[in-house]
């Protein structure tokens, strides 16, 4: 018997509906590309058809990436298809993900179309694609509050028409776990030809339900689980694969279950998705999360001392934690710096190596004891800047004025080379500078509306890392950035989201 669990992976599509959440194509293709060390089967990498931006970002994974399969997303409509086609369709290593609305709420009220519409548009669609490619999944949205009869009657027509994998969302985190299981052994029981294909689920965590409603339809015969990294997607969010991937690794012994998956390399990809999108693990969160290892009370620590698997199922190192170690000091080398990120999972060729070791020379000038994580801080290039990135923060100026106001003054570097001033005031440091950043980078109808300040490391010298999240002409935008010095992370943060909310429109002006 054949024990093997795809996992498919789209935190660059459904992770990227997270509000909030715009991943420009370097960060993608960084992202995919740790997801291929991860051991990700398919990378779902966009939505070719929502923009020129989203297609080439689709394409430049496909042309990263050689171990997974990559598919975009496309509705049953010749246009998306062709906008699949024309991103990937002329790569081996690639594949489509079709999908449209099956339930009665879903097809009455948002589609406007009948059962018979829907499956003829299925099928139709279907068998299109399959001119051009020869992996397709169908996704049967909203397939939990779907009548099982009409699943299958939709299962079948596809199938015929060409669909490999069939995959049954559950798209409003609504299903329960026997209900799912019954959901696929319907599908099963009744739909001529479903033995030809893969089975796939797909759960969202409005109940929080998505874990075991995924772990329990692989008991239905599911073979592939969809989810994203650290559990981000639409709303609530997916399930995070690395949750089922720790799982079905920690209790192989229950579910008898193989996946592709490294797991030494579940830390490093939770951080770097983490970075990128701008939203902070929780402390709590299962497997990945900063308390997930530590033990705080007296007879837990007892129980660790003389054995730690009284109360660890899960080592940190097999998931590739990093315990927090004093590394190096201000006169460590090169080489010593190279072996250090090598212990750590990183390659850094020697090019990527002089840059790193002069930002490490700097900040050893500037910290006293340096972290594993000051180090893999350290990597980072501040948010990855292409070419769409116009803003630099260069340097400000702060004054404190009576009643505990402050005044800034903002130097910000344009693309073209020219400096901006700002000036602004304000109740604290930040405040001050954020408004002079306004008076520099003038977006219209922009609003912070949140800010978090955590440190990497240990100490009171820390590197500060700083999240804001930026709301402009109704859509959300993450912006983050790192830096000893809180204040520099802070105006490099906002800035980063000016970036964002810049590249995704162009009539903005700065005066
Ligand atoms: C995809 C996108 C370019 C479409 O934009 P649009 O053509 O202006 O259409 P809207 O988003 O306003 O509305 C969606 C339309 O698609 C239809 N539709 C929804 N799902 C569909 C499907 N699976 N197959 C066919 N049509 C579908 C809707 O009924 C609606 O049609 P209508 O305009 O006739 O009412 C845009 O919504 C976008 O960029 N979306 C981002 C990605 C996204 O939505 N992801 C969610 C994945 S489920
Ligand atoms: C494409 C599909 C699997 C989807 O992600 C679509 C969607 O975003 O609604 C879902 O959750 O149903």
Redesign the pocket.
């Known amino acids: 018997m054949n024990n093997r669990i795809y996992l498919f992976d789209t935190t660059l599509r459904d992770g990227e509906?997270t509000p909030g959440v715009n991943l420009n194509q370097d960060e993608k293709v960084e992202i995919a590309l740790r997801l291929e060390k991860l051991g990700i089967d398919i990378i779902e990498a966009g939505?070719a058809?929502?923009?020129p931006g989203d297609a080439a970002a689709v394409r430049a994974v496909a042309k990263a990436v050689t171990k997974p399969l990559v598919v975009s997303?496309a509705?049953?409509?010749k246009e998306d298809i062709d906008a699949v086609i024309n991103a990937i369709g002329d790569f081996d290593n690639t594949g489509i993900h079709i999908?449209?609305?099956t339930s009665p709420i879903h097809r009455e009220r948002?589609?406007g179309m009948t059962k018979e519409q829907v499956l003829e548009?299925a099928a139709e669609s279907v068998a299109y694609a399959a001119k051009h490619f020869s992996h397709i999944e169908f996704s049967c949205?909203d397939a939990t509050r779907t009548e099982l009869e009409f699943l299958s009657e939709v299962a079948e027509k596809v199938i015929e028409a060409g669909a490999t994998v069939l995959n049954f969302p559950d798209t409003v985190g609504y299903t329960t776990p026997t209900e799912y299981i019954k959901l696929f052994e319907y599908v099963k029981a009744n739909t001529p030809g479903i033995e030809k294909v893969r089975l796939s689920c797909h759960c969202h965590d409005d109940l929080g339900l998505a874990l075991i409603n995924s772990i329990s339809s692989i008991g239905a015969g599911v073979t592939q689980v969809e989810g994203c990294i650290n559990g981000i997607g639409e709303r609530a969010g997916n399930v995070a694969l690395e949750e089922v991937a720790a799982l079905l690794e920690t209790r192989k012994d229950y579910y008898g279950k193989e996946t592709g998956i490294n797991l030494v390399e579940i830390a490093r990809t939770s951080k770097l998705v983490s970075r990128l999108t701008g939203i902070a693990i929780p402390p709590n969160k299962a497997v990945v999360g900063g308390n997930a290892y530590s033990h705080s009370s007296g007879i837990h620590q007892d129980g660790v001392i003389k054995d730690k698997s009284t109360y660890e199922i899960l080592k940190p190192e097999t998931i590739g934690f990093t315990e927090t170690k004093l590394v190096m000091g201000k006169l460590s080398g090169r080489n010593a710096l190279k072996k250090r990120f090598e212990k750590l999972g990183y390659t850094v060729g020697d090019e990527q190596l002089k840059e790193i070791f002069s930002k490490y020379k700097n900040l050893a000038d500037r910290k006293k004891e340096i972290f594993d994580e000051d180090i893999i801080a350290l990597l980072e290039t501040q948010p990855s800047k292409d070419q769409s990135y116009i803003y630099n923060f260069k340097d400000f100026s702060l004054h404190i004025l009576p009643d505990n106001q402050y005044r800034a003054f903002v130097n910000i570097v344009h693309q073209d080379g020219s400096v901006i001033e700002g000036i602004g005031e304000g109740n604290g440091p930040i405040d001050a500078i954020y408004k002079g950043i306004d008076t520099a980078i003038s977006i219209p109808d922009t609003e912070l509306i949140d800010y978090k300040i955590n440190s990497i490391s240990k100490g009171k010298d820390s590197i500060g890392e700083v999240f804001v999240k930026v709301r402009s002409k109704g859509s959300l935008y993450q912006g983050r950035a790192i830096n000893v010095d809180i204040i520099v992370a802070s105006a490099d943060a906002y800035i980063d989201a000016i970036n964002r909310i810049s590249a995704h429109s162009e009539d903005y002006s700065t005066i």
């Open positions: 509906q939505f058809a929502a923009s997303l509705r049953t409509n999908f449209i609305a948002k589609l548009k949205e």
